[in-house]
């Protein structure tokens, strides 16, 4: 039993002894007081560097191979430059018989304005001279067989035949006279403008041809840079908007930082905002910068999609800010992300603390305030805040709030 009163003595002892430590301890902490002031609220977002005038890509239009591509990364090209080459067999098979097609065409027309040539002509006049000779045999024939079958010597089919050996000689007479008096006439009126409509229509053909054969022939649409270069000769390429881009060219002499804000936020934004730029791996400063536009609608995440905890997160406004060159103290890369600080307006907070002062449990907010024998765990509401104070709701001005030991 007397033991038993010991052990309970001792902790006792113990027991008052903690609590004078906690007082005294608590005496030497830093303490605020709650007070109404300006805060100077800040959104912080993520941001990539942008090329201003954007990135143009470089794609096939058409099947093929590639056979060539004339640039590196990192080389100034000239809009309208030849920067590759696609071999497509079937289109230039194609261009050459449109030519060839035109190439007929004209000739068929320069011979129905300018009528046969001599020998045509001659052909034709000895055709008929020939036929006239066959016409006067049939026709000595078919008198002959005509008097013998009146004379009912021969029989009737063989009179028949005279009859018709002569018609058709006189057909093929009459065919032959008209093909010369063509030969020296020349093309009719109707007969040339079929001939021109036919030019027309093979050089509409040669058009088309080599409008798609120039799809084999890939040109700068921009001026600028190249930035990146993913294609290599003997890759086979295809007209289709998801495949890789053979090239990308941008100009990175007017490159802007896009900015991409929670929605929560988005209502606070307007142009002419101040934007401070931090290096998004170690918070090193990088520049400045002021909100130029200001997108109107919410749009999906583009930066940091690869995590898909982020494309799972509600959407973003955009906003976007031009660069100085003075405006920024190292070098700036395209796709470079970064951190983007932007500076809202001053409000004014009825009841502010030091944001050092505030504690996060299960997502309520908490203070502690100093109390008699130990800190009183306050819960309060946040409002907006800066890099330094925060306003709150459930605190009075000059009320004092416990700021962590900095040891």
């Given at each position: 039993m007397r033991r038993k009163w010991v052990?309970?003595?001792?902790?006792?002892?113990?027991?008052?002894?903690?609590l004078l430590l906690v007082f005294l301890e608590g005496g030497n902490q830093e303490m605020a007081v709650v007070q109404a002031r300006k805060i100077h609220p800040e959104i912080v977002a993520r941001a990539k560097v942008d090329a201003a005038?954007?990135?143009?890509?470089?794609r096939s239009l058409v099947d093929g191979r590639l056979v060539q591509v004339l640039v590196q990364d990192g080389d100034l090209v000239e809009q309208?430059?030849?920067?590759?080459?696609?071999?497509?067999?079937?289109?230039?098979?194609?261009?050459?018989?449109?030519?060839?097609d035109v190439r007929r065409a004209e000739a068929e027309l320069a011979t129905v304005i300018e009528g046969m040539r001599p020998e045509e002509r001659a052909a034709h006049d000895a055709a008929v001279r020939a036929v006239e000779e066959e016409v006067a045999k049939a026709r000595t024939e078919w008198q002959r067989k005509s008097k013998l079958f009146d004379r009912r010597i021969v029989s009737r089919s063989a009179y028949d035949e005279a009859v018709l050996w002569l018609r058709d000689a006189e057909a093929r007479l009459d065919q032959a006279r008209a093909e010369a008096r063509l030969a020296h006439a020349g093309?009719?009126?109707?007969e040339i403008e079929a001939a021109h409509e036919g030019v027309r229509a093979a050089r509409a053909t040669l058009q088309r041809a080599e409008s798609q054969y120039m799809h084999t022939r890939l040109v700068a649409p921009t001026a600028g840079t190249v930035v990146a270069r993913r294609g290599n000769p003997g890759d086979i390429v295809f007209p289709d908007a998801t495949q890789t881009p053979i090239l990308e060219i941008a100009d990175l002499g007017a490159l802007e930082i896009r900015v991409e804000v929670e929605q929560m936020?988005?209502?606070?934004?307007?142009?002419?905002?101040a934007v401070r730029l931090r290096d998004s791996e170690d918070r090193a400063a990088v520049g400045h910068c002021t909100l130029s536009r200001v997108g109107q609608r919410l749009q999906s995440r583009k930066i940091g999609v690869e995590d898909a905890r982020l494309r799972a997160a509600s959407q973003v406004r955009p906003v976007w800010c031009g660069i100085e060159k003075d405006a920024v103290q190292r070098p700036l890369l395209l796709d470079q992300r970064l951190e983007a600080v932007i500076e809202l307006p001053a409000v004014s907070a009825a009841a502010a603390v030091p944001r050092?002062?505030?504690?996060?449990?299960?997502?309520?907010?908490?203070?502690?305030?100093?109390?008699?024998?130990?800190?009183?765990r306050t819960p309060v509401t946040l409002g907006v805040r800066d890099s330094d104070y925060v306003a709150v709701t459930g605190l009075a001005v000059g009320e004092e709030v416990?700021?962590?030991?900095?040891d």
């Open positions: 052990w309970l003595a001792g902790a006792a002892i113990l027991v008052v002894v903690s005038q954007g990135v143009s890509k470089v309208g430059k030849l920067v590759a080459v696609i071999e497509n067999p079937a289109l230039q098979a194609e261009l050459q018989r449109a030519e060839a093309g009719r009126k109707t936020d988005a209502d606070l934004l307007q142009v002419g905002l050092a002062a505030v504690y996060i449990e299960d997502g309520r907010a908490f203070v502690d305030r100093p109390g008699r024998f130990w800190p009183a416990i700021l962590p030991r900095s």
